[in-house]
């Protein structure tokens, strides 16, 4: 037993150097104070006819207004959550109840992920784990892996805005979650190939609202290890045009990457691309202020891409792996729009 409440620093906890103190306070009372402006949110984009404001018009900028953390550390009833939301759209619209559960969708997935990890204590791995596909990662003996998994944890890609994302959750222990699917996609499928389970690790670590059950779904979901049919949709994250599409001023990328702070916008999301006159003007000279880019990701996503058919090719003569998820939302989860492709590499 403790006389007091033991500080971080007894379990050998210490602040890394350089990060940013960032106060987070827990507690029931501030997650119900929380509750009521989040309500607040909703309740203006079911006035104005949409629902899931965080994913229709996500921003990087503003305050977290998730309640991941509050419903992880039990500060604030699931229930309550979910049938706050349900009682405000029957009062927006008249009694009218919603068609769908999308407005609650979120909510719906995570008891989803606590249902699927019940009795699977292989569950947060990919070898043994009944759910999930086993896909042919790099190997963790290729000169490579390390290389490539350290330098998307310190943020040094060379890819501004997943260095920002990677960046800014050392420094605060929260991202956005279209920002989680752009760096969880970056690391796996997307560019790099490496295995989830490696960046399910460095987010159990960093992000305040880590959830083992819920943390390893998505994880599992966004790679198309399980869960989704991801597999028979064509499409990969942009990270230029993507973060271009969510910040087109480059206020995120300039907030967490002050190597790139000077550039001109049009060179914010790739550096690379800036003359040498630009670069010298600007302080960030690509190789020496800056890293190069770890991947081509038009060449890196097209190799990908050849690996993720085959499996695909493979699936069709066994047993299907779990995927209640269907593409539209997949689409909506990851914010891909049908009207605008340009932040994506088609497949």
Known sequence: MFDAVPKPEYFGLAPEPGD?????????????THLVARLKVEEGAFLRGFYLVNQVTPDLLAPPTSQSAALRFGCLS??????????????????QVPATQSITGQLIWREYFYTMSVNNPHYAQMESNPICININWMGRSDPEYETRLNRWKRGMTGYPFIDAIMRQLKQEGWIH????????????????????????????????DADWSVCAGNWMWVSSSAFEQLLDCSLCICPVNFGRRLDPYGEYVRRYVPE????????????????????????????????QRIVDHKLASQINRK??????LSLMTSIPHCCPSNTEEVRQFMWLQDHNDDHLCVY
């Open 78 to 95: 699931i229930r309550r959550f979910y049938w706050s939301i349900h009682d405000l759209f029957e009062e927006v619209h008249k009694g």
């Open 307 to 312: 690996k993720m058919e085959e499996i695909r």
């Open 20 to 32: 940013k103190m960032v106060r987070w306070v827990g507690g029931e009372t501030q997650a119900l």
């Open 260 to 291: 790139v702070r000077n550039l001109p916008v049009e060179y914010v999301y790739e550096p690379w691309a800036a003359p040498l006159e630009v670069q010298r003007t600007a302080k960030c000279i690509i190789g020496q202020d800056y890293p």
């Open 177 to 208: 979650h279209v920002a989680r699917n752009a760096v969880a996609c970056f690391l796996t499928r997307g560019d790099l190939w490496i295995n989830w389970e490696d960046g399910l690790q460095h987010f159990l670590e960093y992000l305040l």
